[in-house]
Each structure stands twice: as structure tokens, then as C-alpha cells.
């Protein structure tokens, strides 16, 4: 077994990595390790079963074959494999989106439902997007209106897709001569499914093409209709204090998890959780308190509109059970291991499922209905509560860490946060930006994958750009990795940030890494870009803005369908690992050359994240000098060597 310290740069995650190894429990990364050397042929993207005449395998060397049994080249079968990953991602986080709207429609029609609309105001901004009459209308009847325009975004068969509209005119302008504008959300995650099927395309360009449009189709529809409609039903985030890390657990209270992204359920176990007949209960069985801890994006959902603290990331979901403290997890769907079923048995955690969509065979299911959320979840708490009977107090082993930090950073909250309360407005960024005391934007984001140390990417790329001036906006799982290591606290800026980003930041107390969410915020970031272009003096397209994106630890489809509708929007972005295209030459040109001149920007792969980040500052430099931006304020930090 490799070092703790090799798999994880967390101090919490790694005192849990020894303890399973002593108890001989396999993790993620045992597992990882075991199934070495994985497919090459499946790595550089060229063997294909899309057909019952394959599998059939490209030949890297060029000894073999070099098409399948139909003739399909290794470009036409690697371009295959990439865009399904993106259909599968579109289709997991836009499917996310129709569940808040089908949630939403219930808050509006069912008073007994247990939702509420938070941001009334919010509510009536979209109403006025999609050009609906609101006079005289209350608020569910335009809520009503609202969730049933958005879920028709799904089924549109014609037209543009509304909230791609938002985007810069010139960005519009590039998707509309492109082809790429998404028509409907299902309908491009469809036709990107029957282009891929065996004997339609064979031409890698054109299914590249599909694939981004199908990637827009979820960044500027199923996602944002995800980010917009869940900030009207639970709130608009603020920022808000929270803490994160394994240490959030509580030895003398039941501990609850709630893991995997949607928190059209959540939000109502964290109303159940204050039941005081449930609280009694719990106490009547010698808990001191219910504590609620949320993993993954549910987790960040919770974090940054109520500062539920978060026990961790994807890669720590085994590790909370190995503390021994975990009285229940409830996992929704998405990033969720099959192999917490067999782990949970070894402890005395009970597991329950609670979308029809992920169940795991022997879990127990709790299946939540949006028009009874408040009784499952009341249920869903029972079940823990009453658990907390059966742990065993001798196998409680909770790592003391926990970090601070300060979450729930929106679009919209950039206004306030530099304009101030009296002069919102996107202006004092783009001033920062052009005077050069922030050098430029970057987008961090994405998962963690045992082929890395844990966190190790996110961090090391994070404290990089600050160091350089650079501010860092994170998601997802990034977002929680840089909270450990206390880059998302104000105190950040001194420690680590260039002379011109502290002083930014240490003038309205803003981190120099801020939290926008979870996997589907995303859609934020491509807000803000746009607010940037649309405030004026940073060009006329996200395209020419100083910004970059990156994945440094990615391994979900989601992150390969976020990286394609980022970069179709014109955001230069750097992954850790390649995305499986190397044994396909044209394709691989195409993705990290190509697609510059057919959308203004495109990808590079490199595993190293001090060299990822200067690439990315190179790029931001770039267009710094493209807009006649080149002066910093103050003198730039020395590249760290990197080699
Ligand atoms: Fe082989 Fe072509 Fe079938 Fe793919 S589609 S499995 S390359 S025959
Ligand atoms: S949770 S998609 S591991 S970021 Fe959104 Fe983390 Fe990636 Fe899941």
C-alpha cells in the first residue's frame, strides 16, 4: 500500500486511510491500485462497443488494425466515446435541473409540500426572462408559470434555449454561425446519443461539434435552470461562515451525512433535523443533538445557503464511515460509491438510497416523492436517530480537523461585494482587472481521482494563481479541497496572495479563492464572465476576457461536459490528466488547437499544476496585451521552477 500521504494531502484523510489498513478495509484507492495497469486501449479513447461485430480496438502502434469490423477510424471512434461521456454528464446535471423545477412546481401547487419560495425577487426576474405576464399574479401562480416555462426548455424541439440568450451578443453570434446553438436540453442530449449510434457519424469534427452544442444545452440550460430555480425555491446564497473536514463529525450527537448533489431533499432533512420530537427523541437515547453533515455538492448546496458543515469531498465519502460516528448516510444521486453498501456493513452505519434513479442492491430505500418531502425526510432522520442506538463507542475514531471558511459567492453578489451596497456593479472588477492589481479570473473546478493525491492538484493550482494575482473562483469538489487547506478564509489573501490581489481583498475582506457552488453552479461562473464582457472596457466576448478554467483532479463525465460547454463558450481551459482522445491524432489536434479558431478558445492537458497554472496566467497575459492591458500594478511573482 502506498503512504496516507501519497494518496491524500489531508491530514484527516490520511489518519482514516491508516485506520482502514489496519482494519484491512480496501478504499477507493486499494481499489484503484489493484486494478493496474487499466486498459490502454480505453485510455487513449480507440476501442469501441457501440456494436454486437465488436469490441473492436484501434492499434496504437500501427502494426494492427487500424479501423473497426464497420471501418470506423480511431478519430471516429475516440470522438464517439468523448461526446457520450459529454451526453452523460448533460444528461445527469440537467436532469438535476428538471428535478428543482418539477420541485419547484410542487412548492407552487401543493401548500402541504414543505417547499417555499425563498427569492421571490429572483422568481420575478426570470418570470420577466421568459417574457411572462406577471400583473396581478401571486407568487406561486408565477412560480407556477416559471417552472412550467423552464421545464418546456427540455422538450423544445426549435428555437434557442432562453437563458443562452444571456451570453455576450458576439458569443451568441459565434454559436449562431457555428450551428451550435442548443435548440432544447433533451433534444441535443438526444441527437448526440443517435449520432454516435453505430453507422450514423463517422466524421470527428462534426461530432464534436454536437457534443458542444449538447455541452451548452446543459451550461446555459439544465444547469442554470438548476443554479437559477434552486436559489428561488431554498434562497440566493450570501456568504456565509461554515466550517469543512471529517472533524464537523460530533462524537455525542447523531450524526447524519448527506451525500451526492441535489438538494431538493436535503433542504427539507435539514428542516427535520430541528423536529423537536425527533431532537427528543434523540436525546432520549443519550445523543446530545442531531448534526448534519453534508459530502459532495449536496454538501456544498447545504454550505452555502445555510452553512451546514461539510464532512468532505468525493474521495472522503468512505472515509466519514470509517470514523465510526456516521448514524446514517443518505445519498441522493451522483459521485455516490456502490461500495459504501458492503463498508457501511462493517461499521454500524445505516445507508439509504432515495432516488428511484440510484438504488444499490441490499441498501435500505427510502424513496422521496417532491409532494411528501417533509415526512420522508422526517423519516430519513428517524432512521438515524434511532440508529445512534447501535454505534459502538469503542470503534469512534473522529479526526480532529476542521477548517473555517466562508462560502455562498454568486453572480450576482460580485455587484455588492466590490460595488458595495450603494454602487453595485461589476466595475470595480473590471477596474481591478485593468489597472492590474487582480491579474485575471480563473475557474478551478472539478472532482478528485485516487490517480492523484488527493487534493493536491486543486491546492498547489490555486495558491499558485493567487500568489500570481490571479483570483480564483472554485466549484464542486475543488472548492471544498481549497476550504482544507484554508484558502477560502480572508486570512488567505496575507498568507499567499500577490501584492495586488491582498490588496483587493484585504480592503473589502474578501478570500482570494471564492466558493460559487456546487457542480451545477458552474453556470455562475459563465454569468459572471458575462457580466464582465457586458460592464465594459475587457472586450466584447467571454473570449477576451483574462480567463481561464481547469480541472485538475477531474475524473466524472460532468467534468468533461462542464470543460466543453466552458470552452465552447470561449474560456481557455487546462485538465490534469488528457481526456481519452491521444490515440486519435486529428482528434487530439482538433481539441487542443482547432477548436481555437471554431469557438476562440480550446484545452491543453498537463498533470503538473504550478506548470497548468502558468499556462493558464500565460493565457490570461496574452489577452492582457490583446486588450492593451499589459501593465501590472506590481511586480509580478517568479515562476516557481516546475521541472
Ligand atoms: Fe466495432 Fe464499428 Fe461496432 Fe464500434 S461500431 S464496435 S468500431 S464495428
Ligand atoms: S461532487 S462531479 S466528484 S466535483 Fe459535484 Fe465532486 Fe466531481 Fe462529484
Known amino acids: ?33 489493484a486494478m493496474q495497469p487499466q486498459c490502454g486501449f480505453g485510455q487513449l479513447g480507440i476501442c469501441c462497443r457501440i456494436c454486437h461485430m465488436g469490441p473492436c480496438r484501434v492499434d496504437p502502434f500501427g502494426d494492427g488494425p487500424q479501423e473497426g469490423v464497420c471501418g470506423a477510424d480511431a478519430n471516429a471512434i ?40 425563498r427569492d421571490p425577487q429572483k422568481l420575478a426576474v426570470i418570470a420577466q426572462e421568459y417574457g411572462l405576464d406577471t400583473e396581478g399574479k401571486s407568487v406561486p401562480e408565477i412560480a407556477e408559470a416559471v417552472a412550467q416555462q423552464a421545464l418546456a426548455e427540455f422538450g423544445q424541439q426549435e428555437g434557442e434555449l432562453k437563458f443562452a440568450l444571456r451570453a455576450p451578443a458576439s458569443r451568441v453570434k459565434v454559436w449562431r454561425e457555428r450551428g451550435l446553438m442548443p435548440r432544447g436540453i433533451d433534444r441535443e442530449i438526444v441527437e448526440l446519443m443517435h449520432q454516435t449510434a453505430m453507422g450514423v457519424d463517422a466524421d470527428y469534427r462534426n461530432i464534436i461539434k454536437q457534443g458542444m452544442r449538447a455541452a451548452l444545452a446543459d451550461g446555459w440550460g439544465g444547469s442554470m435552470i438548476a443554479t437559477d430555480l434552486q436559489d428561488v425555491l431554498f434562497g440566493s446564497p450570501q456568504p456565509i461562515r461554515a466550517k ?48 448534519l453533515a453534508g459530502q459532495c455538492c449536496t454538501g456544498n448546496e447545504l454550505l452555502m445557503r ?13 472515509l466519514a464511515i470509517m470514523t465510526g460516528a456516521v448514524d446514517a448516510m443518505v445519498v441522493d444521486v451522483q ?51 434511532e440508529n445512534f442506538a447501535n454505534r459502538n463507542g469503542q470503534r469512534v475514531q473522529i479526526p480532529a480537523e476542521q477548517m473555517d471558511l466562508i462560502a455562498g459567492f454568486t453572480a450576482e453578489y460580485v455587484n455588492t461585494l466590490l460595488g458595495g451596497r450603494f454602487r453595485p456593479s461589476y466595475r470595480p472588477l473590471n477596474d481591478a482587472i485593468m489597472t492590474g492589481r487582480i491579474r485575471g479570473v480563473a475557474g478551478v473546478v472539478g472532482c478528485e481521482n485516487p490517480q492523484v493525491p488527493q487534493g493536491s492538484g486543486h491546492i498547489a493550482m490555486s495558491k499558485e494563481l493567487i500568489k500570481n494575482d490571479v483570483l480564483v473562483v472554485v466549484t464542486g469538489c475543488s472548492a471544498l ?33 471564492l466558493h ?21 472596457g475587457l472586450g466584447e466576448d467571454i473570449s477576451d476576457l483574462p480567463v481561464a478554467g481547469a480541472a485538475p483532479e477531474w475524473m466524472s463525465e460532468k467534468a468533461i461536459t462542464i470543460g466543453y460547454y466552458v470552452v465552447a463558450s470561449g474560456i481557455y481551459t487546462v485538465f490534469g490528466t488528457p481526456h481519452n482522445v491521444l490515440g486519435a491524432p486529428d482528434l487530439h489536434k482538433l481539441v487542443v488547437d482547432e477548436l481555437e479558431e471554431m469557438v476562440g478558445a480550446r484545452f491543453d492537458f498537463e498533470p503538473d499544476p504550478i506548470k497548468a497554472a502558468h499556462m493558464m496566467i500565460a ?16 511586480e509580478q511573482a517568479a515562476p516557481v521552477a516546475t521541472s
Open 78 to 117: 475516440a470522438a464517439r466515446n468523448l461526446v457520450r461521456m459529454i451526453a452523460a454528464g448533460a444528461a445527469a446535471h440537467s436532469d438535476h435541473g428538471r428535478d428543482v423545477a418539477l420541485a419547484l412546481l410542487e412548492a407552487a401547487r401543493n401548500p402541504d409540500s414543505g417547499y417555499k419560495i
Open 335 to 385: 459521485c455516490v460509491m456502490p461500495r459504501l453498501a458492503e463498508l457501511t456493513q462493517r461499521f454500524h452505519t445505516q445507508l439509504l438510497t432515495t432516488s428511484r434513479k440510484a438504488k444499490i442492491p441490499h441498501v435500505q430505500h427510502l424513496e422521496f416523492r417532491e409532494g411528501q418531502a417533509l415526512t420522508t425526510a422526517k423519516e430519513i432522520v428517524s432512521v438515524g436517530v
Open 481 to 513: 479541497a481549497d476550504a482544507r487547506a484554508g484558502l477560502l478564509c480572508p486570512e488567505a489573501a496575507l498568507e499567499w496572495a500577490g501584492e495586488g490581489l491582498k490588496e483587493v481583498c484585504e480592503a473589502i475582506g474578501m478570500p482570494p479563492v
Open 619 to 634: 493565457h490570461m497575459d496574452k489577452k492582457r496585451a490583446a486588450l492593451g492591458l499589459d501593465e501590472m500594478m506590481y
Open 244 to 291: 469543512t473536514n471529517l472533524g464537523v463529525l460530533k462524537e455525542d450527537h447523531v450524526n447524519i451525512v448527506v451525500h451526492g448533489h441535489e438538494p431538493v431533499l436535503s433542504e427539507m432533512i435539514v428542516e427535520a433535523a430541528r423536529d423537536s420530537e425527533l431532537l427528543a427523541r434523540a436525546r432520549e437515547l443519550g445523543a446530545d443533538g442531531i448534526n
Open 516 to 536: 460559487v457552488g456546487s457542480c451545477v453552479d458552474n453556470s455562475r461562473i459563465l454569468i459572471a464572465c458575462t457580466n464582465m464582457v457586458t460592464e465594459g
Open 1 to 33: 500500500m502506498k503512504e496516507p500521504s501519497r494518496r491524500s494531502v489531508d491530514s484527516a484523510a490520511q489518519q482514516m486511510i491508516a485506520r482502514a489498513a489496519e482494519d484491512q478495509v480496501d478504499l477507493v484507492w486499494d481499489r484503484y491500485e
Open 306 to 318: 445555510k452553512g451546514i458543515p461539510s464532512a468532505g469531498t468525493f474521495l472522503h465519502q468512505e
